[in-house]
């Protein structure tokens, strides 16, 4: 089936430095999704991006489908930013379950 | 427009005991998906359900099951429990299979 490999697994910020996640994937895929995990456990949508660039403040996301990755960016990291990002694919076929990576772990400093 | 919401939120069972979550989408959402997240395996699907039918399972023994009513709230059942099902459920919903899909805050299952 279809891996998902998230780099790197852990990060370690200063808070107001930038910092860019990977997420590459194994196959062809219909969706793409970023997430962020807060401490309490619940998944919160970042970027629906199955391929271009989008923004959200500091926030941007790149898929490029055709060499199957994406790049999660993160500018003028705050100690808020911290928990675990996931990226999730979702395949063909009518099959609508997301495909997570193992996530990265990111923690901010003051 | 109010989000996806699990009920309940924690829930303390023990051994053999089975358990039902809940999960109401986001109004008018049609497809339901249910995941399970633990420290060892991280996120792993169990089922996705779409118009009171189930569209796609993951690879989970017979003791997890669930349905779709046709207001499209969702259950999950597990039967049997044993100690290593401690963990997040979660439950997204989304307009169709490759739309964007949103979580509920979680259920957490502790099994003693």
């Known amino acids: 089936g279809i891996q998902v490999e998230q780099s790197p697994p852990d990060l370690i910020l200063q808070e107001g430095a930038n910092s860019t996640l990977r997420c590459n994937f194994s196959?062809?895929?219909?969706?793409l999704q970023w997430f962020h995990q807060n401490p309490w456990g619940q998944l919160i949508n970042l970027f629906y991006?199955?391929?271009g660039t989008k923004q959200n403040g500091r926030l941007s996301a790149t898929t490029v489908a055709t060499e199957r990755y994406s790049l999660l960016y993160i500018s003028s990291s705050q100690t808020t930013d911290s928990g675990v990002y996931f990226c999730?694919?979702?395949?063909?076929?009518?099959?609508?379950?997301?495909?997570f990576g193992k996530g990265t772990k990111l923690s901010v400093k003051p | 427009k109010a989000g996806v919401t699990q009920t309940p939120r924690y829930l303390i069972k023990t051994r053999g005991q089975q358990v039902t979550l809940s999960c109401s989408p986001i109004?008018?959402?049609?497809?339901v998906s249910w995941y399970q997240q633990t420290p060892g395996q991280g996120l792993q699907f169990l089922f996705e359900?779409?118009?009171?039918?189930?569209?796609n399972k993951g690879n989970f023994p017979g003791r997890f099951s669930g349905r779709q009513f046709s207001n499209s709230r969702s259950e999950m059942n597990v039967s049997t429990l044993e100690l290593g099902d401690s963990a997040l459920y979660l439950c997204?919903?989304?307009?169709?299979?490759?739309?964007?899909?949103?979580f509920g805050p979680g259920t957490r299952l502790t099994v003693l």
């Open positions: 196959d062809s895929v219909n969706n």
């Open positions: 991006i199955p391929s």
């Open positions: 997204a919903s989304s307009l169709e299979w490759d739309n964007e899909q949103f």
């Open positions: 359900y779409f118009s009171e039918t189930q569209r």
């Open positions: 999730a694919v979702v395949i063909g076929g009518s099959q609508g379950n997301l495909i």
């Open positions: 109004s008018g959402h049609r497809s």
